[in-house]
């Protein structure tokens, strides 16, 4: 009697257990991904949130090693100097800088040098800096006899006229025989002045840098516009350590306007500024279908900006304008870059693919466990997945550039992808070792 008894409950405890597996596999089949209700909470990460970002050379595009970069507070504080690897990256920990914007300085040999914004969005742990293209510096070289003294010239990238930036050497202005060397550098290839309302019009660079002369020599400055003959414009000096300008007095403007003639006692690299102003405004438009990405992925894709000019003005530098545009902050943090008068292509990239931490009301912990919850499904079973929500779009900037009593309209069309939203989703949990 005991025997039957006993059969009895183990029979009826199989077919339980059988009925249980069963539900569990077709309400498995049945289950439909759940959208998470409501906005993810924000978590603090504790990982380290490090800036990167490359050097590049503007014509090739390949990698710079061993470039300087400069690392500095808005208000011109250094960070930090560190330098790039075989690769021509560079990264530093910000984690606790305590700032949302840090400026990026770089230069390397026989290079000019570059700066960009760099963002840092705590709320997000996400950072972002435009990479940084450099342009070699090439110019004119020329052997000077110190009896007789001589002149060295060469052609400027961004002049309104033919003239060249030169250099005038009296005889006894030199101690000995030296070669001297002069070059036009773009004001793409070199750090903007710290000043909304002015701007470098023409940078001419003299070597060997720090060689003083007994006696003053004579620099010519072609403009990249037409300026009032006689009036006078700043000079500026930069400093190829902390690659930033200092005044040096002033300059003449000739007269045919075209280019300005001053006297110096040493060889370093200057630039004339003029008052000046970028008047932008930008609007944005989606530019493809929307799309997801899981943690890790990414998208590209290859253009080249297009750069409009409405209005038509002989007396202001096509180039000069292409240059100030890529050295100007709201437009160079996409990318944008010119070389030798030219817009380069640009290859976009999705944002760094992470996921963010999960919502808080989307996870408890059970007996030391951690265990997902669905608000919505409060006695369900399950797990959270994410995937980044990305679009790309055309970001089209237009306004007027004016330098002195010059100026012109632009249209500048930039494209650009955006993360829109984090999208969770819930998967029900069923049963691996049942058959179904």
């Not at 990982?47 to 970002?53: A, E, K, T, V, Y």
């Not at 290079?111 to 705590?122: L, P, Q, R």
């Not at 003639?261 to 932008?280: C, E, K, R």
Request: charged share 10%.
């Amino acid at each position: 009697m005991k025997d039957k008894m006993s059969n009895s409950i183990v029979l009826l405890f199989l077919l339980l257990i059988g009925s249980l597996l069963f539900n569990s596999c077709e309400g498995s089949r049945s289950a439909p991904t759940q959208p998470v209700p409501g906005n993810p909470v924000v978590v603090t990460q504790t990982s380290p949130l490090i800036l990167s970002g490359t050097v590049s050379d503007v014509a090739t595009s390949s990698a710079i090693a061993g470039a300087n970069v400069l690392l500095n507070k808005t208000d011109g504080t250094a960070i930090t100097v560190i330098s790039t690897d075989n690769n021509g990256r560079y990264a530093y920990d910000v984690t606790n800088l305590n700032v949302d914007k840090v400026v990026v300085h770089a230069v390397a040999s026989s290079y000019g040098s570059s700066s960009v914004s760099a963002k840092i969005n705590i709320s997000n742990y996400t950072t972002s800096v435009p990479p940084i293209f450099l342009a070699k510096v090439i110019g004119t070289t020329a052997n000077i006899v110190a009896l007789t003294g001589g002149q060295v010239s060469t052609n400027s990238t961004e002049s309104v006229s033919a003239k060249p930036i030169g250099i005038v050497i009296p005889a006894g202005a030199l101690s000995q025989n030296i070669s001297i060397s002069v070059s036009s550098v773009d004001c793409s290839n070199v750090s903007p002045l710290n000043s909304s309302n002015q701007f470098l019009t023409v940078v001419g660079s003299f070597e060997p840098s720090g060689l003083v002369f007994n006696s003053p020599v004579t620099i010519t400055l072609p403009l990249a516009y037409v300026a009032v003959p006689g009036a006078t414009l700043p000079l500026n000096l930069l400093n190829t350590s902390t690659l930033t300008w200092s005044s040096f007095g002033n300059a003449t403007v000739d007269a045919d306007g075209k280019s300005i003639t001053f006297q110096t006692t040493h060889f370093s690299t200057y630039g004339a500024s003029d008052i000046g102003s970028l008047n932008i405004t930008s609007s944005t438009s989606n530019d493809g279908s929307t799309f997801l990405l899981s943690a890790g992925g990414s998208q590209s894709y290859t253009y080249t900006p297009i750069v409009t000019f409405t209005t038509t003005n002989s007396n202001l530098s096509n180039s000069w304008i292409l240059n100030t545009l890529a050295n100007d902050s709201v437009v160079s943090q996409y990318g944008f870059r010119v070389y030798d008068g030219n817009v380069m292509p640009i290859t976009i990239n999705t944002p760094t693919v992470v996921e963010p931490p999960l919502p808080s009301n989307y996870k408890k912990t059970l007996n030391g466990q951690v265990v997902y919850t669905n608000p919505s499904l409060p006695t369900e079973n399950g797990t959270w997945t994410w995937q980044g929500v990305y679009q790309r779009v055309s970001i089209t900037v237009s306004g007027t550039i004016t330098i002195g009593n010059q100026s012109k309209n632009l249209t500048v069309v930039i494209k650009q992808y955006i993360k829109v939203s984090d999208q969770w989703t819930w998967v029900k949990a069923h049963d691996q070792g049942s058959a179904s």
